[in-house]
């Protein structure tokens, strides 16, 4: 093939490529000067956040008691201005109503609630801690193979991937768009465990091993609940509007009460409810609502007619 023929594919497959019909939905038109989500500095934002909370553990090991108050101090202001650059960039990011070109007046006012929003985090920091501490004593308590916190903090996933939720859910409460949701996303990729950030989970939660689970948007966990490896809370499939497309914001997953255990591989579907001190067997599927205390360890037949699988959109 000569050269005039490779040029003219290559020209006609970038023309095709750029077709506005073909790229609907698909393009993000950025607008200059404003900032865009960041993948490294979310990375960053991830390790300090680590190091703040279990100092000595990530970030500095050589942080000691006397100079705990100086590494905390010079991570808080760091991450203060990557936590604000990178909001400021989720909120412009699901931006899709600016009308004037000159977009500097907006983008000032985005920087300053950013910033509020920022320090907001921060300030919920301690809280974090308490509750990741909780976790951290889930996690121990859990696994008769765990020797230490330490082992823990250092080791397990559910660590990291909680640390990330719990970070994430506070950007959701405080209504930051998109970036919770890349938080929680980083946390799936190094662990594969797959929490929504907007899901509601109370203290001393802990889930063992963790490949594979699945923690949908609407999901309610109450305290001291234990999940393992491979479990679903997911969604059934639910109503359609008028064209034909899922309605969003309703509660669609599951609520675990306090003190619920669910072992491997158990898919929990629906807006049900798994009473107080429940266990849930391994392999099965559960779309009914379970009383407290309630055991179940096997797939009875009927079960198997109640079933509605997800229609791809819900989980």
């Not at 808080?76 to 899709?96: H, Y």
């Not at 594979?212 to 309610?220: D, E, Q």
């Not at 099965?284 to 407290?292: Q, R």
């Amino acid at each position: 093939m000569s050269t005039d023929n490779l040029t003219q594919i290559l020209t006609r497959t970038v023309s095709e490529l750029s077709d506005a019909e073909s790229l609907k939905g698909l393009f993000h038109q950025h607008r200059d000067g404003a900032p865009l989500p960041s993948g490294k500095a979310l990375e960053e934002i991830i390790e300090l956040s680590r190091s703040i909370l279990f100092p000595g553990y990530y970030g500095k090991s050589s942080v000691n008691i006397k100079t705990i108050s100086f590494h905390i101090g010079v991570n808080v202001e760091r991450l203060q201005k990557l936590l604000t650059d990178q909001i400021m960039a989720g909120m412009w990011f699901s931006k899709c109503d600016c009308e004037s070109d000159d977009i500097r007046d907006e983008i000032t006012e985005c920087s300053h609630k950013a910033a509020e929003i920022a320090v907001q985090l921060i300030a919920r920091l301690p809280k974090i801690r308490s509750i990741l501490a909780t976790d951290v004593v889930a996690a121990y308590n859990g696994d008769p193979a765990a020797e230490s916190y330490a082992e823990i903090i250092s080791c397990y996933p559910v660590i990291k991937a909680l640390t990330n939720y719990r970070l994430a859910h506070e950007l959701v409460q405080l209504g930051v768009p998109l970036i919770p949701r890349i938080i929680s996303e980083m946390a799936h990729s190094e662990t594969g465990i797959d929490i929504h950030p907007a899901a509601q989970i109370g203290s001393h939660f802990t889930i063992d091993h963790g490949t594979g689970v699945v923690i949908g948007a609407t999901c309610i966990i109450g305290n001291n609940v234990k999940l393992y490896q491979g479990v679903t809370l997911g969604a059934k499939s639910f109503p359609l509007d008028e064209n034909g497309n899922p309605i969003k914001g309703i509660p669609r997953h599951p609520i675990l009460e306090d003190d619920v255990i669910v072992y491997s591989n158990a898919t929990i579907l629906g807006r049900v409810t798994i009473g107080k001190g429940c266990v849930v067997g391994a392999n099965l599927w559960i779309t009914k609502d379970m009383k407290p205390k309630t055991k179940k360890f096997k797939m009875e037949k009927k079960d198997y007619l109640d079933i509605e699988f997800d229609n791809g959109t819900g989980i």
